[in-house]
């Protein structure tokens, strides 16, 4: 594969404007691009994770294999009519999350985004992974987009919570739970 980018700036975005995959320019506030940017931060939050020393070799390979999907997702909604996501990609998401999840005991209460630094940082990306999920429906309001790209987000933002307590668990031994309050 030859450069891609042989030279970052291009001073062609400086009117507020930027170009989809496929030539079109749009402002940089367009459905699309806030669909888009948010799920390249969601990828961003997933390489924090992953940049936390000392995480299980199958979670770093999940994960790892969710960022590259998730650039794919980014791909397709950058370059309207192209297709990435499966449902397939979705059903591997699910059997994923079927794995780690049948590995855990039962949620009987409500947890705090917490339990040591990956921990914390998956709920993050599951936080950023849930806004990019309400973007790309918002944009599906106004433009066509592929069923399976909210639902790959649905699923990945599930995955992304059982992974946390995963992580809880692996990290300090028990996730943070929530206490309500009592009346003062």
Known sequence: MGHRLSRIYTRTGDDGSTGLGDGLRVPKEHLRVEAYGTVDEANSAVGMVLAVAGLPSDVVESLTAVQHELFELG???CMPGHRAVT????ERLEQTLDRYNDALPPLREFILPGGGPAAAACHLARTVTRRAE????ELSRVETVAPEVPRYLNRLSDLLFVIARVLAR??????VLWNKRQPV
Do not use: I, K, Q, Y
């Not at 309400?134 to 429906?137: A, F, G, I, L, P």
């Open 75 to 77: 791909g397709e909604l």
């Open 87 to 90: 449902g397939a990609d979705v």
């Open 134 to 137: 309400r973007r790309v429906w």
């Open 170 to 175: 692996h990290e300090s031994g028990s996730e």
